[in-house]
């Protein structure tokens, strides 16, 4: 192999695929990215075993070839070369080393066989379909918060994607939850994404997708089988298993029947959670809401350290009602809103509350309160 | 007490007194911040019983008095209460608690006995001078990264302030050293410092003190004694107890024989420096210098992952020299250049490196080099 490269399209390429790889690693190849050059292109491959990205990027091919080096270490170096610098990778195929060399600077690296790495096997897709970025970002960036950390539950480890009978008819849905709280996203159904059977793409995939979606005018090419979804870029392809497991029906935890309607300008709502949960021990950041004819009170009672209190205007015409929450999942919650005013629909104090944004059936929330 | 206190200038004074407490305190009341207010100000106190801030800021004084409080907590909640906002501080004496309002925001907070807060015993001081903010922030910023980190050999860990004879006649001159690599810089000796006895600088105070010399226009009134330092603005005063021990004899170190000099622009040094560490192993970080007749190559051979080697232009006109270096020390110094030129003095490989900025002799460096 022997091609040359601009650095700032190389530092893309290989930054894309070095942050799949597994800081620690028992399988040394695991820690590599497998180079492959071809044509008037270069491609680097990474994986975890779980997740896979391919990174194609423009170069000038003199000798084709293939090998594998050091992801993070082929990183580091791209990334302390001068901007512009106009790099060359040579690998003889039987030395075991790959030369580096830009300008005045020369490294030699070591590599492995690349008949050692595991490309992940390729799979039949029952559904492809394409998406616009920011239409996933929105999915995606809306729900993750909600995934459960918790590795004994680990169909909760994920987001579960899949499709669903909404009001106005059938709709691409995203839903995560940890039990203490859940968020539904609904997005309209890409033409071909009908028959996707729904999955639960991990929490480590979510964070690798959102780098793909951050150009607004790019369509992400979507394809979905029972065991895998891919997603795809012209440049960038992402390959993850996905959890082997069954998602909760968490149609039965969304509240219908909550009537007690308080609307309240989200952002000032978040500033006043935090600021009363500041007297709160780390552990039980319990806050208490109690609500009454157009008005909020918040407080926090920590009796070590002290006691907070904050009034808020709301627009609230049902009885008086008190009721506690964890602080972070309220600010966490608050924080999703883009519009300016949150809705939030409680029952009683014992039972789950809903949030969502204005009458928008399209994103929605449910926090399970906490006794204060 | 009952204050009202602009929440800018509150969240100033506060933050700066928080900073000196420790986050994990045996002694409850060393958490705390005391508050006295009186005439047309109050003051923030904190201590860690071997540093105390004091922070004076304007207040409307409805009742004067004291109380301490958590400082932490005092600071989380100004610093979330919103841009303008008027603060009243309220303490009744008797109920051991103190009552802070902004609006509708209300907290009531904790306290502990002014009484039982621990003031630090005033002390003669021997030498009282003032030095611009400028002329200080150089002296420490360009010593401070070479003050040891090892606990054994205590009276390494800060800076040595102290009156020193150099070629121009007397300066104030800031040393640090860790055995391994050694700062020496040089200030115009100002008037009143003549007779300061040389005192070590905790690392804790310099860090703190530094937030003290932001303001170039800024006068700093600097007393010393055998046992406390004490820097003050008008509106902060920070005392530090000093290190109770003696500075090494640091002149022997400092090489004065070295003849064979290399010029080199620093930044570019620098950055060839880090890029060839990226092949070695983090523990090893040895970078080789080969200098020859004009022409310096820098390089790493680390057997796991590969080697580095890069060449850079340099005025060098002495005899072939190969010497290794721990590549984080040469960064470090390296970093210290303000001019564009570093000039480094080398004897043998096995012999301390000099290094300065050009012909200036009010900075000097010194390292050590490695077996390569």
């Not at 022997?2 to 799949?20: F, N």
């Not at 039990?179 to 480590?204: N, Y």
């Not at 392809?237 to 039965?252: A, E, H, N």
């Amino acid at each position: 192999m022997k091609i040359s490269i601009e650095r700032g399209t190389l530092l893309k390429a290989v930054g894309q695929a070095q942050s799949v790889v597994e800081r620690r690693n028992t399988i040394p190849i695991l820690a590599n990215v497998l180079m492959e050059a071809e044509g008037d292109s270069v491609s680097f491959r990474a994986t975890d075993l779980d997740i896979e990205v391919v990174d194609k990027a423009p170069a000038q091919v003199e000798r084709a070839g293939a090998t594998t080096v050091s992801a993070v270490t082929l990183h580091e170096i791209v990334r302390k070369l001068p901007d512009g610098a106009l790099v060359q990778l040579v690998d003889d195929g039987a030395s075991g080393k790959l030369e580096v060399t830009a300008g005045r600077s020369h490294f030699t690296l070591a590599t492995l066989p690349k008949e050692d790495f595991p490309v992940m096997a390729s799979s039949e897709y029952q559904s492809n379909f394409s998406a616009p970025a920011p239409v996933l970002r929105r999915l995606f960036d809306k729900s993750k918060f909600a995934i459960s950390t918790e590795e004994t539950r680990y169909y909760l480890n994920g987001v579960y994607m899949h499709v669903a009978e909404a009001e106005e008819g059938r709709v691409l849905r995203c839903v995560a939850t940890d039990g203490h709280r859940l968020a539904r996203i609904d997005a309209d159904l890409p033409d071909g994404a009908e028959d996707m059977p729904g999955v639960i793409v991990p929490r480590k995939t979510v964070g690798e997708l959102r780098k793909l979606l951050d150009d607004d005018d790019m369509q992400i090419a979507v394809s979905v089988s029972e065991t895998k979804i891919r997603f795809a870029t012209p440049e960038i392809t992402l390959t993850s298993k996905v959890i082997d497991g069954t998602f909760p029906d968490y149609s039965r935890v969304i509240p219908i029947g909550n009537t007690r309607q308080m609307e309240v300008d989200a952002q000032e709502f978040a500033k006043a959670v935090d600021r009363v949960a500041t007297v709160s021990s780390e552990r039980s950041r319990a806050v208490k809401l109690q609500l009454d004819e157009d008005r909020l009170v918040l407080s926090v009672n920590a009796p070590d350290s002290g006691a907070a209190e904050e009034e808020l205007a709301v627009a609230y015409g049902d009885e008086k009602l008190e009721i506690g929450f964890n602080a972070k999942y309220l600010l966490e919650i608050a924080s999703q809103v883009d519009r300016e005013n949150a809705v939030f629909l409680f029952n009683s104090a014992g039972d789950p509350t809903l949030m969502r944004e204005g009458t928008d059936q399209s994103a929605v929330y449910v926090v399970m309160p906490m006794r204060v």
